[in-house]
């Protein structure tokens, strides 16, 4: 989320597309129907179904699913054709202006640079024109062809509202008047946000669906506003946190980079991040990217990281491929590249796309470690459950361990919401049984594997041996030592730089935030974006007051938000370029002459001038990017794709299928299926009742949503004879369910390309272990391919078909 | 600042309601409440409601309440009706606005209503098994409960189970333990969107007219308030935003009141019959004293044996038996 | 001559049959004429139903008024009462039942019950020689014996169908709210119905020893079952042994 | 700070106060009997109170969980669990599953005791917390050793571990995961991925 949760009372309009905040996210949700009681605020919920959202929105509209890029370039041509855009906003804050090196084009369906054997572009020209003084050429006047407004202009010029009904399904009217409706908050005192989840990243072009709605945000200036941004809701308690802690093939905590190995050293590695600024006075925060790498260095291997051993450098693995993510690691698993296997707290034989795969995959390693506070159907892979789960147990060699861990219940330490609010918890009861924290476990593991290469020996033992573990009880380390490590200490007194008398950090002490981090091996942090968060005046995300001067939702002093507190990113851009409000009524930040002040921390130096120093400190160009260069790998603007498997072809680019870079493995593609052999477009989602697949163990919400359920129309039920509660079966070539049927208005046939398309809709909570009744789910079903930038399965839109049947074969 | 780990919840844990707070008690009857309770109520906001069930989890929470895992019959409602381990139950209908030819998803939280004259505590004979305190709350005393089934048959609205366990009949508490300690009933509590607020009637008719009147600048201009006069009122009430026509909300009665039926039964049938057994007894007694008992003469003694002697078959009279004359 | 002329009053003597007795039905001339009316299993059948009522009456009535509720401690409580009270309903039912089968034939309606009825002041005056000769059973009698059946018809069904435990999910509330009105309006209707047959067995002098011993005297017959014993001493079986008649 | 002030500041506008009535507005007077005929006595009364964190989704609602028993003398047990009024953002509030998470706690398929299922077998078998960890560095030292990649065949230092992967959690504490990554990247560890994506 660039806003957060309470945020959102302030909003005028709420879009929520790609989630289904009521159903996933309720009490988050309780923001919505505050900005309707509060502003009279209105809902727009367009999603293929129906939903708990749609139930209480003031607007609906239906969509194909997978089409949504198509849908959101069609409102921005409407907003531009109809002169719907916050100028003042877009003139200041966005690249709008910037040339576009010549070369660069978009042509059926695909950009410059596009090499069909690797699946990938090569992005040289998708990037700006630089003048002599190294800043980037601009137009301001917006009438260069090649500047990036006009660019923009021509690559969605083919998305008119009859195109956007063809190929999304949406009747011309109802996307017309959402449209219409999305428009309005163009002007400074109307803003719009949007809420969006997995139903958006969740395709093999997920990043750019994303990236539309932000281009839409940003051409109506409702980015870094109270009431607007592009609110990503988030699956899980502290998904967030994980990911900022960067537990990813290839991230090092606070979004920096493990790397290549084409860097080959540390100074290769640190020359490729230099982040000059392109245009002049900007902020480029990223050129501290060094101290936060070498802080994080620090608190890794401690004494051991020296200037000498390039801080260890050496110690971090060397990617020879862009991710190792869990597609991948499946994949090696497949081909017996991969011999163990770690879940934590996780459940990949329900959680990860064709599952016949996965089990194939778990059936090939040597050995798996499962730890969790409950049972999983991940670690009984192996045990056979009749048709939910069909394995012959004598052949599978996998020795498998099962860890029973603690749960919030038992546990302390801190969660990072979606709104990036680092909250502390405490412990209410003990561990029940021989149950362990999962910290014992991770210490344990750590050190009886060191004390292995202590008395054996062994490969390049040094970054195990050398892990710095300073802790008062090595074998079970404390929340609150770990935190402290987190938010950085100082390894050496620091020192004012422009005044060595003056000490500001005594050794040892705490630092007061990432600001104070530097690179040359005096600090340590172990996630430099959470600085602050357990500093000298203690831990501050344990802070409970929950006072909120003037009701702005910001609650400074309620726990802590990253970076630095700051509860609403770019907030600078919440002012105009003089630094007043853009809407008086909603005003975060002013200029008064001298410094930024107002309700939340400022995204920029408090004295940076605001004609001077634009908004998007982390970028080098200080300003937002309508075109987004050679940072994603699809393509700088987005464009329609087709998901790999669609009931129509992509009508913009009929020789295209899926996105051209998306993640695909060879091995996969003859289980794709087609429109002829399987008509129906199916998508996955959650029910409010469960929660992925944790809740089936509990009896209430068993109780509450019992037994696994397709939903289809009335009409497609009708077609196929199947009854309202009675069985069906759903398969693909990937495998086959058997489950209850839900007929209902809620989901209509829609007419896409001039054909009707059924949709059939599987949620995703049943299994073999716990409470609620034996059932299947929709990885049974999805297939295995990923987002082209971060992998992220296609689990929203694949293809099925779906007969009356008993039910399944044992219950 | 201090950092406040455990602040304390709900610091007054004595119970402040209790039979002194009675008004009706069924099949007997309560002395004056010395003390008036501040009428309280629940509003169930139907346009608010997103019939994520948080309100039927709470409430199994709170009162420890065991219902058995069913299943899918091709609806979300679950389980499929109220049952004595189930005070609340969202229904849910998909209803199709003829006026807009819109679909609108109606759910509406089920559960006691808590009349103002409460048809279950007329119907109820066991004394003590149901009563009302001044503030509003119809509560089952279970204790009391003898588990004949005669409130379901009082309930307009089709609440009260009868377990087939304990044969005691169960409802909606309106969490009155909660209530007895100044809190408002789990659902309330849990409602994530404040589709079911909790607090003195008043203040939830005002702000039940707030939302009314949103709901109006929304469109729908038929947006109002469901209190019922045919049961005196409720102390659970809805914001419809249909209120012209409440049945559309999975049957939620037009205009609910206690069966004629019912009342005949309860009021009528109950005095007239006993007077009605009483008067035939007292009759008896009357034309005992006025007529005296029917007594069998002599004569007739004679008249028998004569046709007995006469009749075919008839053995020889036995002198010494001749009776004198 | 006849006996209307011997008996001071002239009535014709009405035509009797044997079918205006039942079995079982006896002449005893001893020291005394004596009647066998009821056979023991009659009897015994008798005062099961006579007992079942009784507490369906009490039981029920426990339910029906609160002032009465205090009659559950008969029961043990108000559940054990709700609990037995259709199964004291099962029992009566079918030993009515029986009772029906033993009597109904002689309650079928004869020419004479009509006059009876009309006559029913003097019948409540004594008056029984302004009354026509009557078989076993006179109008009132027969009145009572089909207002119990069609009673506990009414009873039994609507009683079923509001019994908690088995039934009631079969029928809709509105049914319910029906059969528990039409069941306490038959309570009521049975339970006066009930307290006429009571007092017309006190009442009628020498009634009870029917239902007691299993016999009348000659006189009792003679006095208000005239055409009954008529057709006994006519077509009758007779035992006229001196010793007395074992009852 | 003080509480009362705090949850009389969401009184403001919004449906969201209007729950918060104060026991006073009920019209109670003075405290009466603690147990009293035909009520439930208070469940809570007595508990401790513990704030939480929902570990659901990421709204990260506040709870409350009520519990019986001493954590210092190791016997506190949860017996109940609710909104926490005084979050900012559920105030107080819970969906279907954060009402229910006492069964979470003490769901029957809660884990209780390490175990291992032995190639081959059709069942698990439990065994002590040594065996269990001293088995799998056992198996994670014999892999690492097999097939760490130091150098690439440019002789550059990679330094990689590709053939066992860790899946990481997606609602323990940061501290967790930040010992994870130590641990596991110290190894060397690539195939390292987390449940973002699903």
Avoid at chain 1, 409 to 435: I, T
Avoid at chain 1, 494 to 504: F, Y
Avoid at chain 3, 5 to 10: A, E, F, S, V
Wanted: hydrophobic share 40%; aromatic share 10%.
């Amino acid at each position: 989320m660039t806003n957060s949760w309470t945020d959102i009372r302030n909003t005028d309009l709420v879009v929520i597309m790609g989630g289904n905040a009521a159903e996933a996210h309720p009490c988050g949700f309780k923001w919505v129907t505050e900005a309707k009681a509060n502003r009279g605020a209105k809902l727009i919920v367009v999603d293929p179904r129906y939903t708990r959202s749609a139930s209480v929105a003031d607007y609906y509209a239906p969509i194909r699913q997978g089409s949504d890029i198509a849908f959101l370039l069609g409102v921005i041509k409407y907003c531009i054709d109809n002169d719907k855009v916050q100028w003042d906003y877009v003139n200041a804050f966005t690249n709008a202006a910037y040339l576009v090196k010549e070369g660069f084009t978009y042509q059926d369906g695909l950009f410059t640079g596009y090499d069909a054997e690797k699946r990938e572009y090569d992005r040289a020209t998708w990037d700006y024109q630089i003048g002599e003084d190294g800043y980037v050429l601009m137009d301001e006047t917006l009438q260069d062809p090649r500047c990036v407004w006009n660019l923009l202009k021509e690559h969605i010029a083919i998305y008119t509202p009859e195109m956007v009904e063809r190929i999304c399904g949406t009747p011309k009217d109802k996307f017309l008047k959402v449209a219409e409706m999305i428009s309005e908050c163009s002007t400074p005192t109307k803003t719009m946000t949007s809420m969006y989840a997995l139903g958006w990243t969740q395709h093999s072009k997920g990043s750019q669906n994303i990236r539309s709605m932000a281009m839409l945000q940003l051409i109506l200036g409702n980015i870094g506003v109270r009431g607007g941004g592009m609110n990503a809701l988030r699956g899980h308690s502290n998904i967030q946190g994980l990911t900022d802690i960067g537990l990813m093939s290839n991230l090092i905590p606070g979004y920096l980079n493990i790397p290549t190995e084409r860097e080959v050293d540390y100074a290769t590695y640190i020359g490729s991040r230099g982040f000059k600024p392109l245009r002049p006075n900007q902020v480029s925060y990223w050129q501290n990217y060094p101290k936060f790498f070498i802080s994080f260095m620090k608190a890794m291997w401690g004494s051991a990281a020296t200037p000498q051993n390039e801080f260890a450098y050496h110690y971090l693995p060397k990617l020879d491929l862009p991710a190792y993510d869990v597609l991948r690691a499946f994949e090696m698993m497949d081909q017996g590249q991969m011999h163990g296997y770690f879940c934590q707290g996780f459940n990949p034989l329900l959680s990860f796309p064709d599952r016949g795969k996965i089990t194939r995959s778990l059936s090939k390693l040597k050995y798996l470690v499962v730890m969790d506070p409950l049972e999983t159907e991940t670690a009984r892979f192996w045990e056979n459950h009749g048709e939910f789960n069909d394995v012959d147990s004598a052949s599978i060699q996998t020795e498998v361990y099962q860890l029973p861990t603690s749960c919030f219940a038992e546990d302390e330490g801190a969660l990072v919401n979606s709104g990036r609010w680092l909250q502390w918890h405490w412990p209410a009861q003990n561990l029940p049984g021989e149950a362990k924290h999962d910290t014992w476990i991770m210490a344990q593991i750590h050190l009886r594997l060191k004390k292995l290469y202590q008395e054996e020996g062994g490969k390049f033992a040094d970054p195990i041996l050398n892990l710095h573990w300073p802790y008062a009880d090595p074998g079970e380390p404390t929340a609150d030592e770990i935190a402290r490590e987190l938010n950085g200490y100082a390894v050496e007194t620091l020192r004012d730089p422009n005044d060595p008398t003056k000490v500001l950090v005594e050794a040892g002490q705490q630092v007061p935030g990432f600001a104070a981090l530097r690179d040359d091996g005096s600090t340590a942090a172990g996630c430099w974006i959470y600085s602050g968060c357990y500093n000298q005046n203690g831990n501050n995300m344990a802070r409970r007051d929950n006072s909120d001067p003037d009701a702005t939702g910001a609650y400074l002093n309620w726990a802590f938000s990253w970076p630095a507190n700051r509860r609403i990113l770019y907030n600078r851009a919440s002012a105009d370029l003089d630094g007043k409000a853009w809407d008086p009524e909603r005003k975060l930040i002013e200029w008064d002459g001298e410094k930024w002040a107002g309700y939340d921390v400022p995204d920029i130096p408090p004295t940076s001038n605001p004609r001077e120093v634009g908004p998007f400190i982390m970028n080098p160009e200080g300003q937002s990017r309508l075109f987004s260069r050679g940072m994603m790998r699809d393509g700088p603007f987005p464009a329609h794709y087709e998901p790999f498997e669609s009931p129509v072809v992509n009508v913009v680019a009929p020789a295209i299928r899926g996105n051209p870079v998306a993640r695909v493995f060879e091995s996969d593609r003859e289980s794709f299926g087609d429109a002829d052999e399987f008509p129906y477009a199916a998508t996955s989602y959650r029910l409010t009742e469960h929660f992925h697949y944790w809740t089936k163990h509990v009896w209430v919400n068993a109780v509450l949503q019992p037994e696994f359920f397709v939903e289809i129309s009335e009409a497609l039920a009708e077609e196929k004879g199947i009854e309202k509660g009675g069985w069906c079966r759903v398969w693909n070539k990937r495998g086959s369910v058997h489950a209850k049927a839900v007929v209902t208005k809620r989901i209509q046939t829609l007419m896409c390309d001039g054909k009707p398309v059924h949709i059939v809709g599987i949620p995703l909570h049943w299994g073999f272990t716990g409470a609620a009744k034996n059932g299947m789910g929709p990885n049974s079903l999805t297939p295995f391919v990923g987002d082209a930038n971060i992998e992220t399965p296609e689990f929203k839109a694949f293809l099925v078909n779906i007969e009356p049947s008993n039910g399944p074969a044992t219950a | 600042m201090t950092i406040n780990v455990n602040p304390p919840v709900a610091a007054d844990t004595t119970m402040q309601m209790g039979p002194q707070d009675y008004i009706r008690r069924s099949a007997s009857s309560v002395p004056a409440p010395a003390r008036q309770l501040e009428p309280v109520a629940k509003l169930i906001d139907v346009s608010k409601c997103i019939g994520c069930k948080a309100c039927q989890s709470a409430c199994l929470e709170w009162n420890d309440l065991r219902e058995e895992v069913g299943v899918n019959t091709g609806v979300y409602d679950n389980p499929h009706d109220l049952t004595p381990n189930t005070f609340t139950l969202m229904r849910f209908t998909e209803w199709v606005n003829p006026e807009t030819d819109n679909l609108e998803w109606l759910i509406r939280k089920d559960g006691c209503m808590h009349c103002a004259d409460p048809g279950c505590l007329k119907a109820c004979p066991a004394p003590g098994a149901i009563v009302q305190y001044s503030n509003g709350v119809v509560d089952f005393v279970k204790e009391n409960c003898i588990g004949c089934g005669y409130c379901v048959k009082g309930c307009p609205f089709d609440i009260p189970r009868i377990s087939k366990v304990d044969n005691r009949s169960y409802k909606c508490t309106l969490c009155s333990d909660r209530i007895a300690v100044g809190q408002g009933p789990a659902c309330a509590k849990a409602c994530p969107t404040k589709a079911i607020v909790f607090g003195t009637k008043e203040e939830m008719k005002a702000h039940a007219a707030e939302r009314i009147e949103d709901l109006k600048s929304r469109g729908y201009s038929n947006a109002g308030l469901y209190d019922p006069p045919g049961v005196g009122g409720t102390h659970v009430m809805y914001v419809l935003h249909h209120a012209d026509k409440p049945s559309i909300y999975a049957g939620l009665p037009d205009d609910p009141r206690i069966s004629p039926l019912v009342e005949a039964w309860k009021g009528v049938t109950k005095y007239a019959g006993l007077a009605l057994m009483g008067f035939a007894a007292a009759a008896g007694f009357v034309h005992m004293a006025v007529s005296g008992r029917n007594r069998v003469t002599v004569e007739d003694d004679e008249e028998a044996r004569r046709l007995a002697e006469r009749a075919p078959g008839a053995a020889p009279l036995d002198p010494s038996k001749e009776p004198s004359a | 001559m006849t006996d209307g002329t011997m008996h001071g009053h002239n009535r014709p003597a009405p035509h009797v049959t044997k079918a205006d007795i039942d079995r079982g039905d006896r002449l005893h001339v001893g020291r005394e004429v004596i009647v066998d009316r009821y056979t023991k299993w009659a009897r015994l059948n008798h005062w099961v139903t006579a007992i079942s009522l009784i507490l369906l009456a009490l039981s029920g009535l426990a339910l029906f008024h609160p002032s009465l509720f205090w009659l559950t401690n008969l029961f043990g409580g108000g559940q054990m009462t709700r609990m037995l009270h259709p199964w004291f309903g099962v029992v009566l039912f079918f030993s009515f039942a029986g009772l029906f089968i033993r009597f109904f034939r002689l309650n079928l309606p004869a020419r004479e019950d009509a006059q009876w009825a009309a006559r029913i002041g003097d019948v409540l005056k004594g008056n029984e020689e302004k009354l026509p000769e009557v078989g076993k059973y006179n109008a009132g009698q027969k009145f009572v014996f089909w207002a119990m059946s069609v009673l506990i018809m009414i009873l039994i069904a609507s009683g079923l169908g509001i019994w908690e435990e088995y039934f009631t999910q079969y029928l809709t509330i509105e049914q319910l709210r029906i059969a528990v009105l039409v069941h306490s309006i038959a309570a009521v209707a049975i339970i006066c119905v009930w307290i006429i047959h009571v007092y017309a067995a006190f009442w009628v002098q020498g009634t009870l020893s029917a239902m007691t011993r299993g016999t009348v005297s000659g006189g009792w017959a003679w006095r208000h079952h005239r055409k009954w014993l008529r057709a006994l001493a006519a077509y009758g079986k007779r035992d006229d042994r001196p010793d007395e008649p074992k009852s | 700070m003080n509480m009362e002030i705090s949850r009389r500041s969401f009184l403001k506008g919004a449906g969201a106060g209007v729950a918060v009535t104060t026991i006073g507005a009920f019209g109670f007077g003075e405290a009466e009997a603690a147990f009293v005929e035909g009520l439930r006595p208070y469940k809570l009364a007595g508990t401790t109170e513990t704030r939480n964190t929902c570990p659901y989704c990421s709204v990260a609602c506040g709870v409350v969980i009520y519990s019986k028993g001493d954590i210092e003398q190791g016997t506190a047990e949860a017996i109940h669990l609710e909104g926490d009024v005084d979050h900012p953002t559920n105030r107080g509030t819970l969906c279907p599953k954060g009402s229910a998470l006492l069964d979470f706690i003490k769901a029957d398929t809660r884990l209780m005791k390490p175990k291992v299922r032995r190639a081959g077998s059709n069942t698990f078998e439990e065994i002590s917390w040594d065996e269990a960890l001293d088995g799998i560095v056992r198996h994670m030292k014999d892999d690492r050793d097999a097939n760490f990649i130091e150098r690439n065949m440019d002789g550059v230092p990679v330094n990689r571990w590709t053939t066992t992967g860790f899946l990481a959690a997606s609602a323990t504490t940061n501290e967790t995961a930040f010992l994870t990554y130590k641990a596991v990247r110290s190894a060397g560890m690539v195939a390292f991925d987390n449940q973002a994506r699903v």
